[in-house]
């Protein structure tokens, strides 16, 4: 595994009063609970961005309780993604930038532009979206994933598409969501949505196992088997970082999935 890339996984968010006395401890203090989970897991994806503008202050203070190697996801604002016309996006995206996200520093990982079930795919207006994400802010590169939530995007058009502009799609496993495996860009980015809080580690230790090496799959430059892909395989087998998140409905099993399948990682 020397040549692999890093593998992180995480959660969605670290606000969750269901957590108190399951995952964070009943005494630990509200202002604790994110350096408390950053030193559990190994990512986090942060949904607030999603629904509105954060003050630089804030990914500062976020940046500063995560220990060192600790990478965030954000999410972009809905208001570039929920739109008719994404040509149009521009405005909504340079001002989520200039909110102050750039403030995580080290701890800024990709950012997922997440896309409404019912946005259909049009090859000319989502290209034209994808020429508007930055590919880098004062010469620090931008990494870019987006998730997809219509069957209509289950296209060949649609990985080709990705490649070109060496952007990854979200893996989704989900009840309803296109499951798509296609590898277009330079890392990976997995959302396991179909855990059950009737389990206590969200998911049973089997899944576990095979979900663990399918990130390592991923991580040494393969392509997991069983997965459902659109486009042809990869070329090459270049490393490439994983990032993966247990988020299911109820979540409360979450945080203790997650902390599984990094155990085994290893």
């Given at each position: 595994m020397a040549k692999a890339g890093k593998i992180r996984i995480g959660i969605g968010g670290w606000t969750f009063a269901p957590w108190r006395g399951v995952f964070y401890p009943d005494r630990l203090p509200?202002?604790?609970?994110?350096?408390?989970?950053?030193?559990?897991?190994t990512s986090i994806e942060i949904n607030g961005t999603y629904y509105g503008s954060q003050k630089p202050e804030s990914f500062r203070k976020w940046a500063r309780e995560v220990p060192d190697g600790f990478v965030f996801s954000?999410?972009?604002p809905r208001f570039a993604t929920n739109r008719k016309v994404l040509a149009e996006a521009g405005d909504s995206i340079k001002r989520f930038y200039d909110s102050g996200v750039l403030e995580l520093g080290d701890s800024l990982g990709p950012v997922?532009?997440?896309?409404?079930?019912?946005?259909?795919?049009?090859?000319?207006?989502?290209?034209?979206?994808?020429?508007?994400?930055?590919?880098?802010?004062?010469?620090r590169p931008l990494r870019h994933v987006v998730e997809v939530r219509h069957d209509s995007f289950r296209v060949a058009a649609f990985p080709a598409l990705l490649r070109r502009f060496g952007v990854p799609v979200v893996y989704a496993e989900h009840a309803t969501y296109p499951a798509i495996a296609d590898v277009t860009g330079d890392f990976v980015y997995a959302r396991l949505?179909?855990?059950?809080?009737d389990i206590k580690t969200a998911y049973p230790p089997k899944a576990l196992d095979a979900w663990a090496e399918?990130?390592?799959?991923?991580?040494?430059?393969?392509?997991?088997?069983?997965?459902?892909?659109?486009?042809?395989?990869?070329?090459?087998?270049?490393?490439?970082?994983?990032?993966?998140?247990?988020?299911?409905?109820?979540?409360?099993?979450?945080?203790?999935?997650?902390?599984?399948?990094?155990?085994?990682?290893?």
């Open positions: 509200h202002a604790r609970e994110l350096n408390y989970a950053a030193s559990h897991l954000v999410k972009g997922l532009w997440q896309f409404a079930p019912t946005k259909k795919f049009d090859e000319a207006d989502f290209g034209a979206f994808l020429a508007l994400l930055p590919r880098e802010i004062d010469k949505q179909r855990g059950s809080d399918r990130l390592r799959t991923w991580a040494g430059g393969g392509e997991p088997a069983g997965l459902p892909c659109i486009g042809p395989t990869a070329a090459g087998k270049t490393a490439r970082d994983v990032f993966a998140y247990i988020i299911h409905e109820g979540k409360v099993r979450a945080p203790a999935g997650a902390m599984e399948l990094i155990a085994r990682i290893g």
